[in-house]
């Protein structure tokens, strides 16, 4: 059901899809917006595809840590693709719009892979635990089926919990007006467009963010604390940095998930103009993906050992 509100000009359907305001206010510096996002989506694929591809081509690395790390990098892939595309298309057309169906896919696509990368990043961070308190039954406790099952659920939760929020904004009634004061089709910005009572919708996607968020951060916060405990009963220091430079890089990485995560939440929290919301929630988006790459390939001696024999190998061929 499509309700007015009252806006001359704004008589166009729901159906017809929605435009997405997004960076347009920046005017002629779309194009240089264009130019640097395409550099850092491009560095995005070519970087997680590479550790995809490394870990798939050397044995070495046939490890539940680096079958994690696959699930990672396509996860983060899948996230960026999911937006980015339509964000450069945006950056040079006049006419934003977006389908209703477009639009759809776009949130479903956006919340699944976040909450995935939750469960993942956990997956990890108990792989690590299990590496490091129970080192003796690590292949036994981690072994190619529990793997298997770790990484299918992640994804079931996922794909399960992030379908309820979704379906319950896009099922609302919305006004005449299309304009969606932001890039992609995110549920806070498309569940200001409802012209309802959206309280205990907001409730309800608040209560999914908090169990099927925290619950995923408060696991890897207790497999820390209990990796944590264990390095500190090493009596020698050339043991604790041994024992600890193997979590090292997912630490780095969750930090980086979460702290951007925490800083997003205050900062649209905090600001007061869509424009800083967007920029905060872009930087969110895109900094992950980028990085995690360089911190897996620089700090991890086995991914650096891999990446000089797989890159001997096609210099000699």
Known sequence: ????????????TISSGFILVGFSYLNKLQILLFLLLLLIY??????????IL????NPSLHTPMYFFLVNLSFVEMCCTTSMVPQL?????VEEKTISFVGCAAQMYAYTITGLTEC????????DRYVAICHPLHYMTIMSGRVCVQLAG?????????????STWVLSLPFCSSRRIHHFF????????????DTSKHEIMVLTVCVLFIMGPFLLTILS???????????????????????????????????????????????SSTSESNQIITLMNIIVPPALNPVIYTLRNKEVKGALTKTLGKVSVA
């Open 1 to 12: 059901m499509i309700y007015s509100n009252g806006d001359p000009g704004e008589n166009e």
């Open 42 to 51: 491009l560095l995005i694929l070519m970087g997680n595809l590479l550790v």
């Open 54 to 57: 490394l870990i798939k081509l």
């Open 88 to 92: 450069l298309v945006h950056l040079l």
């Open 119 to 126: 469960f993942v990043l956990a997956a990890m961070a108990y």
């Open 153 to 165: 659920a992640s994804w079931f939760l996922g794909i399960a919990m992030a379908l309820s929020p």
């Open 185 to 196: 089709c995110d549920i806070p910005p498309v569940l200001k467009m409802a012209c309802a």
């Open 224 to 270: 820390y604390i209990r990796i944590l405990s264990t390095v500190l009963q090493v009596p020698s220091a050339e043991g604790k940095r041994k024992a600890f430079s193997t979590c090292s890089s997912h630490l780095m990485v969750v930090t980086l998930f979460y702290g951007l995560a925490l800083i997003t939440y205050l900062g649209v929290k905090s």
